[in-house]
């Protein structure tokens, strides 16, 4: 799931993810929209993924609380420019807190449109603090990363550590589910949500 508020770019964080290059005119996403991607772990270990890029606005909250049930792991985006995204968040976290069945889904909370910081700066213009980021990051337990879906930055590294959390989650409930003494795994997913 990728989650935040509308025009944080979402759907272009996604198409650089999935598809590796930035389109400069996406509109925004009605609903729910979904891409596959795998990620190679290591050597040995190939995920799949399904992202699901949903609407930002508040008109598609319920949308996206019934694809926040499935998910296996959730990426938060906020804009480094808007405020209101970033203030936003708390209500985002809520929401993928509230409307998922499992404990602890990973997330990931990516700083977007980063390669426009300086400049913001330089003109005097809002900046969300890194201190501020970091602050929230840390007391939700989530790891913050400094992206840019228009150059790429951090891209690869958000995919990749999500990728490894969500893995590592579902095989400790495989291992979980062993000791209790079911024969059966209790998953055997080949795709996982996020």
């Excluded at 598609?60 to 420019?81: K, Q, T």
């Excluded at 995204?85 to 993928?96: G, I, N, P, Q």
């Excluded at 990363?145 to 969500?166: K, N, R, T, Y």
């Excluded at 989650?169 to 979980?176: C, F, G, H, I, S």
Aim: proline residues 2%.
């Amino acid at each position: 799931m990728v989650a935040g508020n509308s025009n944080v770019g979402k759907s272009s964080l996604i198409a650089r993810a999935c598809f590796g290059r930035f389109e400069k005119s996406i509109q925004s996403t009605i609903g729910c929209d979904f891409f596959k991607k795998s990620v190679q772990l290591d050597h040995s270990r190939l995920v799949h993924l399904l992202f699901f890029d949903t609407g930002g606005t508040e008109q598609f909250r319920s949308v996206c609380r019934s694809y926040f049930r499935r998910a296996d792991g959730v990426i938060l985006v906020y804009d480094c420019s808007c405020e209101r995204s970033f203030r936003d968040l708390k209500s985002w976290v809520k929401e993928v807190e509230e409307s998922t069945s499992k404990e602890k889904v990973p997330k990931i909370l990516c700083e977007n449109k980063a390669d426009k910081k300086q400049d913001q700066v330089a003109r005097g213009l809002y900046v969300v603090p890194l201190g501020d980021a970091k602050n929230f990051a840390r007391s939700n337990n989530i790891q913050l990363f400094q992206v840019s879906a228009m150059d790429g930055l951090g891209i690869a590294e958000v995919v990749q550590q999500l990728s490894l959390e969500m893995w590592a989650k579902e095989n400790y409930e495989r291992l979980e589910a062993f000791k209790l003494g079911s024969a059966e795994p209790k998953s055997n997913k080949k795709c996982l949500n996020c």
